[in-house]
């Protein structure tokens, strides 16, 4: 029996590392890489370092509109799945190699599984929310990381299909855990533990618009502690076309370094003071490191974080991103919303079930 799993952009190459281990040893399995990111820093390092199987197709799709990547990812994994034929496609998160291979899937009436269904921002100006909502509507198994996931699923009237596995990115995160503290990234950059900040920026919303940028930029040069700021290429590219990258560079107490790999940004947001991020996986990752986080929107798809007390929304408000880097100290005790680190062999279960 075949499970193909469609990938395409860095977070999805680490949830597809939790799972495929898992059913490796049940089924055969075809990954299909959309292309979507194709730098090394973005994409093959985590092939690498994960120990994930080459993946069997890669689509070379690359940049483009919303459009234009999922139109060309629609036709090409359409193909695949003609050839392939497999029982089963998983798809991943929220990005538009998901909603591509998700319609490509339900299409041609093939079974869809959906890691990470119902999270929901509540903002439907993110391409992301659209893709969740597009790809958990055609879906026919859901796994949801948390219980708010799966009531935002119900209100929406999906309920068949729906479980709660917990989260695949902790699972992946508790095993790296202790391997990334052998990474000497912090001594390569010069940093002492709980002495620095974490800042990562690369969502459409703050990117593609200069005033969210700006206000993003003035905070940075505000805050008086030293950040690392590994660039995601969207943002290094807006930076310099809005001018604003000089600047940034020539703060000397922000380190802007290329994107790590998993266990190098492991490892730094592990002894991190605080992390400042519009990330939706970093927020999680943060908080199961324990590390206060200050997201750079105004909603998120993890409301207990923030419940919790560990976590704060400033969207991109130059004066609540400068006090709250400055004041924030989480409250609350931790719940344990997320698993622990039992996601995978939970999806798997589901897997077995409907396929044999
Ligand atoms: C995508 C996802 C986002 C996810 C993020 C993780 C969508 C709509 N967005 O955002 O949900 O959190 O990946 O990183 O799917 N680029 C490169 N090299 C690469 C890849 C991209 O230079 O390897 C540049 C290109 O200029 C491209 C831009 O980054 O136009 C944006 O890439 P894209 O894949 O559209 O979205 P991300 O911002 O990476």
Redesign the pocket.
């Known amino acids: 029996m075949i499970i193909m799993s469609v990938v ?4 999805q190459f680490v949830k597809c590392a939790a799972l495929t281990e898992e059913l490796r040893r049940s089924y055969d399995q075809i990954i299909v890489h959309t292309g ?4 090394y ?3 093959e390092v985590f092939f690498e370092e994960l120990h994930i199987p080459k993946p069997d197709y890669n689509l070379g799709v ?3 509109t ?1 459009g234009y ?1 999922i139109g060309q990812m629609l036709m090409s994994i359409e193909n695949v799945l003609i050839k392939e034929k497999p029982e089963l496609v998983l798809v991943y ?6 909603v591509a291979g998700a319609l490509a899937a339900s299409k041609l009436h093939i079974q869809l599984g959906h890691v990470e269904a119902g999270l929901r921002y509540l903002d439907r100006s993110m ?2 929310e659209i ?1 969740r909502i597009l790809t958990d509507h055609c879906s026919d198994l859901l796994f949801c990381p948390t219980k708010t996931s799966v009531n935002n699923l119900h209100k929406e009237s999906v309920s068949q299909g729906v479980y709660l596995t917990g989260d695949v990115m902790v699972d992946i995160l508790l095993r790296q855990k202790k391997i990334a503290e052998k990474s000497n990234v912090l001594e390569a950059l010069g940093l002492k533990s709980k002495q620095y900040l974490v800042v990562t920026v ?3 919303g703050n ?1 593609d618009n200069r005033e969210n940028l700006k206000s993003i930029v003035d905070a940075l040069c505000q805050i008086d502690q030293t950040m690392v700021f590994p660039i ?3 943002t290094e ?1 807006a930076l310099k076309r809005y001018g604003f990258y000089r600047r940034l560079k020539e703060t000397n107490k922000i380190k802007i370094i290329k994107p790590l790999s998993y266990l190098d940004f492991l490892k730094l947001m592990n002894h991190a003071q605080k992390i400042l991020t519009d ?3 970093i927020q999680k990752e943060a908080y199961v490191l324990k590390v206060p986080c200050i997201t750079l929107l105004e909603t998120t798809g993890w409301d207990e974080i923030v419940e919790d007390g560990w976590n704060v929304l400033v969207g991109a408000n130059k004066a609540k991103i400068v006090k709250m880097t400055q004041e924030f100290e989480p409250r609350g005790k931790q719940r344990e919303d997320f698993g622990k680190g039992e996601a995978c062999k939970n999806i798997k279960n589901v897997i077995d079930s409907v396929l044999k």
Do not use: K, V, W
């Open positions: 395409g952009a860095r977070p979507q990111h194709y730098d820093n973005l994409s690359g940049s483009g919303n990547q998160g929220d990005t538009n190699t998901t391409p992301e893709n690369h969502r459409a990117t995601h290429p969207r590219g990330s939706g996986g």
